[in-house]
């Protein structure tokens, strides 16, 4: 197995390890967070920008595990930083299941 698909599997089962779906209080800082903190690339409407869209349609093909990886590691060389002092893996795991939906207003 690669070293990246390794990670990922990790990530997966740590995701899945480190519990249940954050509680309504932390949905409501994470949904404000990804509006503001992410839509200041995504766009406020998360329909892109400096970052790509973030709508479920533009995410449909792409695998989850890998969207909360860049969320919460970032993406190395480019604008997309790390958000892990923010949130949990799960956290992220979380907001990317929201996104590949519809996103909360």
Known sequence: MSPNKLALALLAVSCVAWGSEPNAARQK????????????C???SLKGGLGPALLPENLRDKPAEGLTATIYYGR??????????????AEAAWIVDKLMTAFPE
């Open 42 to 44: 995504h766009g406020m």
């Open 76 to 89: 190395p060389g480019t604008p997309m930083p790390p958000w892990k002092q923010f949130m949990s893996e």
């Open 29 to 40: 800082e994470l949904v404000h967070l990804v509006r503001q903190d992410c839509g200041s």
